[in-house]
């Protein structure tokens, strides 16, 4: 079974602070996405990343995908309010190629 | 282009009874996938439909079923709901199986009494 952990799983920082969320898996994936999710609404996919080592940065977060493409992090610089939100990492591949998520980090940027 | 759509938004259902949710993929995309969110359990897999066919299962009971029509639109029922039942219901669409990029519909939020 392939389970995608997150940490850590809860994130309660001031906004301007930098923050590190971690996705590590022991399976292999094809690719790693990154969402983010707000109160009653459905997750937005914010980047894909699907070479190993491959790093991308969007305004002020920066995804990573591991070397071995079991692990993804992903990095914000200067936190914002706008960044609350539920993070989830998903992963595609294996022999059922659907998307696997993980459990969630939950970020409260305090103004 | 319209985003994903799902139907209700909001539902009340008691204990037994059977409930069908909708989900409108955004055109020209073919496959349609369910997810079942709740705090403790995260987002589950339900099923994946592409073209009117059921391609992926998750691990959950035969009371939760699917199908796609032929306009990619697609239903996803539960029988004799349980208390348990109570999530946000999830769909995602995406160009094909196999993709990389799923686009999420608002959720239905069941509430089973």
């Known amino acids: 079974t392939q389970l995608l952990e997150q940490s850590p799983q809860f994130l309660s920082i001031q906004e301007g602070e930098n923050l590190t969320v971690y996705c590590n898996s022991s399976s292999v994936f094809s690719s790693l996405q990154w969402y983010r999710q707000e109160p009653g609404e459905g997750p937005v996919l914010l980047v894909t990343?699907?070479?190993?080592?491959e790093v991308k940065k969007l305004k002020r977060l920066t995804f990573q995908f591991g070397d071995a493409r079991k692990d993804s992090s992903l990095h914000i610089t200067a936190a914002q309010p706008g960044d609350t939100g539920l993070y989830l990492c998903?992963?595609?591949?294996?022999?059922?190629?659907?998307?696997?998520f993980g459990t969630g980090t939950l970020l409260a940027v305090q103004p | 282009k319209a985003g994903v759509t799902q139907t209700p938004r909001y539902l009340i259902k008691t204990r037994g009874q059977q409930v069908t949710l909708s989900c409108s993929p955004i055109s020209g995309h073919r496959s349609v996938s369910w997810y079942q969110q709740t705090p403790g359990q995260g987002l589950q897999f339900l099923f994946e439909y592409f073209s009117e066919t059921q391609r992926n299962k998750g691990n959950f009971p035969g009371r939760f079923s699917g199908r796609q029509f032929s306009n990619s639109r697609s239903e996803m029922n539960v029988s004799t709901l349980e208390l348990g039942d109570s999530a946000l219901y999830l769909c995602?669409?995406?160009?094909?199986?196999?993709?990389?990029?799923?686009?999420f519909g608002q959720g239905t939020r069941l509430t089973v009494v």
């Open positions: 995602a669409s995406s160009l094909a199986t196999g993709r990389l990029r799923a686009f």
């Open positions: 998903a992963g595609e591949g294996g022999a059922t190629n659907k998307l696997i």
């Open positions: 990343v699907v070479t190993g080592g």
